[in-house]
């Protein structure tokens, strides 16, 4: 049987778009279009499966996780945790 990684993929990003921006939702409660971030950190990278909704300003902005890692992590907890937010809030 041959898998269809790109299909998947798609899907699931598709369910992440559907969700916006997951610090948006889950720390602000509203919805913001959003961009794809892939986790970052140990054993992490673009081949990975993770990854999460970041609206332009959690991702990149003033308050974006590439700008300034440490300090996004502080505020709205490790990436991890952000992932399993996408458990949690199903609807
Ligand atoms: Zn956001
Ligand atoms: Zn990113």
Redesign the pocket.
Same mark, same amino acid.
Not at 20 to 24: A, E, K, L, N, Y
């Given at each position: 049987m041959k898998k269809k990684p790109n299909k998947a993929m798609r899907e699931a990003y598709k369910r992440v778009a559907e969700k916006? +921006?997951?610090? +948006?939702k889950v720390f602000?409660n509203c919805y913001?279009e +959003?961009e794809i971030h892939h986790l970052t950190g140990a054993g992490m990278g673009l081949r990975s499966q993770n990854f999460v909704g970041?609206?332009p300003?959690?991702?990149r902005g003033q308050d974006g996780v590439h700008h300034n890692t440490k300090r996004f992590e502080e505020r709205f907890g490790s990436q991890e945790s952000l992932l399993k937010y996408y458990d949690e809030v199903s609807d």
């Open positions: 916006g +921006c997951i610090v +948006c602000y913001s +959003c970041l609206c300003r959690h991702h």
